[in-house]
């Protein structure tokens, strides 16, 4: 077994903000959810951030720029649908016979939230380990966030998510 480490813009699958002309491809995706995420340590993380700490939202004109309106989070009982805040996106090669192809999914255990694709208009599908998503080569997983208010253990929720992704052709 041979393995090499590499960053987002030369891995198999990298995971990029929504909300402009930021992301890997260089097209403005037209949604502003892509305010709630930010990259943070070393080596960067994808970070999620629906706080008041957070100094955007998606009334923001801008996804760059904060919001003078202020957010400070989310409704008690209420239920948010944040349609692609962010992307998984497979950037294996395609060399024919389902080579590159994928599956993903993510691993998260916060009450409360969970993650999908589609959009809430839509249709929406949870994205997790009993409903993988297949992605060929070049083609993004848009992910969305679900927040039922009423679920959280506490005003003040963190947790960890786990992407996860599984080659179709094993050989």
Not at 88 to 102: D, F, P
């Amino acid at each position: 077994m041979n393995i090499d480490k590499t960053g987002d813009a030369s891995a198999y699958i990298a995971l990029q903000r929504n909300g402009g002309s930021d992301g890997l491809d260089g097209t403005d995706d037209g949604t502003r959810h892509g305010n709630f995420v930010e990259y943070t340590g070393s080596p960067e993380q994808l970070e999620i951030d629906f706080s008041g700490d957070n100094p955007t939202s998606s009334r923001s004109g801008d996804p760059t720029q904060g919001n003078s309106l202020g957010g400070q989070g989310v409704n008690p009982n209420s239920t948010y649908y944040f349609d692609e805040v962010f992307d998984i996106l497979n950037l294996a090669n395609n060399t024919g016979s389902g080579v590159g192809e994928m599956d993903v999914w993510i691993q998260e255990s916060i009450p409360g939230v969970t993650f999908y694709t589609g959009t809430e208009n839509g249709g929406t599908s949870l994205i997790n380990s009993n409903n993988k998503k297949q992605l060929s080569p070049g083609q993004p997983a848009k992910v969305g966030v679900k927040i039922v208010a009423a679920d959280l253990p506490s005003a003040n929720v963190d947790g960890t998510m786990v992407v996860h992704a599984e080659s179709r052709n094993p050989d």
